[in-house]
């Protein structure tokens, strides 16, 4: 036999020479959720290992993060009831401790990269991404709230901000409006492709941000479409976007790897919530070896063509290389 391909695979040191798919540190972002208040450090019950923190107790863990070498984040508020309204306003409220939050971490960590969500959705009593009107979700008149929402987070010193509510046109809109105030070198991740998918449910619980009724399929892609993928993607790249992002990611495998071949901008994929649990679950009724899964299923994104990987598997996969 001329050809051996285990030759290639017969000690440690060749299999990470010819490796060609390699994961590092560098290229995840880890989501924090983070709520009002001091001394808090919530379990969230569907997702092992993660907690709603107040800022006191996040900037340190943003510290320990950052001595594991992860410098990237994305951050989540839980709002209280009380505070949300129809319209979203407490979103670009001056009182708002999401938009104080994000100041006092990126004046505190000027070095670390973090990343903004922007959606009605944590801020409305409907609970939907887009302002409701008459039971239906009114794209147009969404557009405007979640500008502000976008120049508050601005403002307040974000580096990228992640508009995640799927409404038509917000690309463009956000990116004229940060234009248009002097933030031309903020950064705008745009949630692409993100599935009306089942893997939601357990940030759903993190951020109590469940719709009060129906769902999000008029405005989040239908999981049987791949194709409806480079229409997103092209929108969002001619309305400004420096990033493209698919979520979920280990069920759209081949979404991913779609979007990628067909632009060339940085992809991103969001590992999300439910892909996390079951890991765990799985994990936890030693059906599964934690860490050797949660690493191919990175593994499995990055080599689908993510760039960029969202995931809360980020702090294990930083103490595992550390």
Known sequence: MNQRPRRNRKSIGIREMVAETNLKVESLIYPLFIVDG?????????????FRWSLDLLIKEIEICGKLGIKNF???????????????????????????????????????????????????????????IKGGIDNDQSLPILCKMALS??????????????MDGRIGAIREVLDDNNFKNTSIMSYTAKYASAFYG????????APKYGDKKTYQMDPRNKKESLIE??????EGADILMIKPALSYLDVIQTVKENTNLPVSAYNVSGEYAMVHAAAEK??????????????SIKRAGADIILTYFAKDFANLKH
Not at 153 to 166: F, K, L, T, V
Request: glycine fraction near 4%.
């Open 153 to 166: 987070q601005a403002e307040a010193g974000i580096d990228i901000i992640g508009p995640s509510d799927m």
């Open 202 to 209: 357990p940030f759903r619980d993190a951020l109590d941000s």
């Open 74 to 132: 994305v951050l989540f508020p839980a709002v209280e009831d009380s505070l949300k309204d129809k319209t979203a306003t407490y979103s670009y409220s001056s009182a708002n401790f999401y938009l104080k939050a994000i100041n006092t971490i990126k004046n505190k960590f000027p070095e670390f990269t973090l990343m903004s969500d922007v959606a009605m959705d944590p801020y409305s009593s409907d609970g939907h991404d887009g302002l409701v």
């Open 233 to 238: 993607a092209e929108l969002d790249e001619l």
């Open 286 to 299: 030693g059906w599964l070896d934690y860490d050797q899964t949660f690493i191919e299923v990175l593994t």
């Open 38 to 50: 001091k001394n808090m450090k919530i379990p969230i019950n569907s997702m092992p290992n993660c």
